[in-house]
């Protein structure tokens, strides 16, 4: 059982960044995912980490944009924004799991935090 507690969020202009952060209760060597969902949206991926960093995957909207990365020996993860825009405007979900197919897909995170809400103004 893994707990995840994301911070960081906060009300930005657009073009400017922020970092999130999502602290893992105890030593997982899960993957560690964002995700982000606005309301009457879907939720949408934002990118993923493997164990170690060495596999990393964006969601398109992101690319360019956004960075993760973790610190194992802190049991977190992060989330590097920058250049953010009003439709990136939405409530961040950090989650960990297990990649069965090596790509990360939502349904193999099985650990969710409660979310930090990140909201761009234009």
């Known amino acids: 059982q893994v707990q995840l507690v994301e911070s960081g969020g906060g009300l930005v202009q657009a073009g400017g960044s922020l970092r999130l952060s999502c602290a893992a209760s105890?030593?997982?060597?899960?993957?560690m995912g964002w995700f982000r969902q606005a309301p009457g949206k879907e939720r949408e991926f934002v990118a993923s980490?493997?164990?170690?960093?060495?596999?990393?995957y964006y969601g398109d909207s992101v690319k360019g944009r956004f960075t993760i990365s973790r610190d194992n020996a802190k049991n977190t993860v992060y989330l590097q924004m920058n250049s953010l825009k009003p439709e990136d405007t939405a409530n961040y979900l950090c989650a960990a799991g297990i990649l069965r197919l090596g790509v990360p897909r939502m349904a193999d995170f099985g650990y969710w935090g409660q979310g930090t809400q990140v909201t761009v103004s234009s």
């Open positions: 105890a030593r997982t060597t899960y993957a």
């Open positions: 980490s493997n164990w170690n960093g060495n596999t990393i």
